[in-house]
């Protein structure tokens, strides 16, 4: 894996290194690696970040860059009061340090936490696993309303004697979620149209202009099947409007929005 060294990994790396320096500066750079390179990862950052920390040790190096990421996280002691929280927890869910830290979590925001499905991932699954990965959670909050959540969480190790600490990290995936639900209702309204149209509609494959899909009234216009239709070129079925080259065809109806063609 190429790794990314910026002035603040230097610096952050040259502070914490008195043991074991090689180790401690890759897992500093590992993880500015991942701040970096956030927008590129298919699960959240946060996620990311904490399949990395597997010991007090990791924590502590690693303590900066999470303050950094996009995801509320909260640190939670064994009996899953919260020790810490990120800036970016207190500002999407509308709760500031007073009433957090040192709280039970199922109490945080007028138990607005004390949501079953947490309560089976943290005291059912995360002690015989001691990580989940993006479960998704729905909820209704007082103050910001029904968001959709991916949690991730880890359990850490710790010195000899002490108790262990759990990272959670909380993805908002609301706005995602709608954009799903806007996708498919769109696509849906386009395959009703596409279907039912009197018109005759093809479906061209932008590297070749072959047929990827056509609609009833194109089989029936042009006289053949759906599976005679598909995998050809216009030309092929018959339907002859100059394009030579169908990547300069392309190209301008890319600049134009639209092509007319008259006489076919």
Do not use: C
């Amino acid at each position: 894996m190429k790794t990314v060294k910026t002035p603040a990994a230097e610096e952050l790396a040259g502070n914490a290194m008195k043991d074991n320096e090689k180790t401690k500066e890759r897992l500093v750079l590992e993880l500015t690696e991942l701040r970096l390179q956030n927008e590129a990862l298919k699960k959240s950052i946060a996620g990311s970040i904490l399949s990395e920390i597997v010991n007090e040790e990791a924590l502590l190096y690693a303590e900066g860059i999470v303050e950094t990421v996009r995801e509320p996280l909260l640190v939670l002691d064994a009996d899953l009061k919260i020790i810490s929280a990120n800036s970016n927890f207190y500002k999407t869910f509308k709760v500031n340090p007073a009433e957090t830290i040192g709280s039970f979590i199922y109490d945080l925001g007028n138990r607005q936490w004390n949501i079953p499905k947490l309560r089976e991932l943290l005291e059912t699954i995360l002690p015989e696993k001691t990580t989940f990965e993006n479960y998704e959670v729905e909820h209704d909050f007082t103050t910001i309303g029904r968001r959709v959540m991916l949690l991730n969480a880890r359990q850490i190790k710790r010195a000899l004697g002490k108790e262990r600490i759990i990272l959670l990290a909380i993805e908002d995936i609301t706005e995602h979620k709608r954009m799903e639900i806007v996708l498919m209702e769109s696509e849906e309204r386009f395959r009703r149209l596409f279907e039912t149209a009197s018109d005759a509609i093809v479906l061209l494959e932008k590297n070749e202009g072959k047929i990827t899909n056509a609609n009833p009234a194109a089989g029936k216009m042009l006289g053949y099947t759906e599976k005679d239709i598909i995998g050809h070129s216009l030309q092929d079925i018959g339907i002859l409007i100059g394009m030579n080259d169908f990547q300069t065809t392309l190209q301008e109806l890319n600049r134009m929005g639209i092509l007319n063609y008259d006489d076919v």
